[in-house]
């Protein structure tokens, strides 16, 4: 599977971002995919996922709960993910990825299991 993620950019504390993930590739339904953020000195961190198909599961990091808002357009083959209410702490480069994870499998996905990645997209809050 290849990603593209777009959609970073510069945004005002308390504004809001939707990044993009366009992926292409064959069998994305069976697809889940996930955003990461990194920033320096840090490890990337899981921000948020969602399950394959229908998108009926999804996982957001306690940070951002509340916050974003992580869909999934199959027959446009993208994912998003909705930023609100941005926190400086929210700053970053921001990571699509993609899993293998059909049925069920959602809940059983570890971190390790993340193998296709896109480029990153900058995100920057600040006034």
């Known amino acids: 599977v290849q990603l593209q993620a777009s959609g970073g950019g510069l945004v005002q504390p308390g504004g809001s971002l939707r990044l993009s993930c366009a992926a292409s590739g064959y069998n994305l339904d069976y697809y889940a995919f996930g955003w990461f953020r990194q920033v320096p000195g840090k490890e990337r961190e899981l921000v948020s996922s969602?399950?394959?198909?229908?998108?009926?599961?999804?996982y957001y990091a306690d940070s951002v709960k509340g916050r974003f808002t992580i869909s999934r357009d199959n027959a446009a083959n993208t994912a998003y993910l909705q930023m609100n209410s941005l926190k400086a702490e929210d700053a970053g480069v921001y990571y699509c990825?993609?899993?293998?994870?059909?049925?069920?499998?959602?809940?059983?996905?570890?971190?390790?299991?993340?193998?296709?990645w896109g480029r990153g997209t900058q995100v920057t809050v600040s006034s």
């Open positions: 990825a993609a899993v293998w994870a059909p049925g069920s499998t959602f809940s059983m996905i570890r971190l390790s299991d993340w193998k296709d």
């Open positions: 969602i399950s394959s198909s229908s998108g009926r599961d999804t």
